[in-house]
């Protein structure tokens, strides 16, 4: 199993990013996914989460009407597209798959001026 998150950065305050997470090694079209995120010094948070194919998805609070998770099941990719950034979403943000219990490595997101 392996998942591989790719598309984080340095963006100014509202800016905009999108996250990829390459997943392989599963039959990734049978498995809900999420994002995760971990600022420093916090607990590592859920952020999106995404059913299996794609019909259910649910977001935290602080990223509601901000973030879209999405998924393309015949490329084995899940992405998080994020506006309005605010210093408060910097952390490093990470790939789950919910039927393999299965993390990526993460991706480095920070929103600096």
């Known amino acids: 199993v392996q998942l591989v998150e790719s598309g984080g950065g340095l963006v100014q305050p509202g800016g905009s990013l999108r996250l990829s997470c390459a997943a392989s090694?599963?039959?990734?079209?049978?498995?809900?996914m999420s994002w995760f995120r971990q600022a420093p010094g916090k607990a590592r948070e859920l952020v999106a989460f995404i059913s299996n194919g794609g019909g259910s998805k649910s977001y935290a609070d602080s990223v509601k009407g901000r973030f879209t998770i999405s998924r393309v099941n015949a490329k084995n990719t899940v992405y998080l597209e994020m506006n309005s950034l605010n210093l408060e979403d910097t952390a490093v943000y990470y790939c789950y798959a919910h039927s393999t219990v299965s993390w990526g490595q993460g991706t480095q997101v920070t929103v600096s001026s």
């Open positions: 090694g599963f039959t990734f079209s049978r498995s809900d």
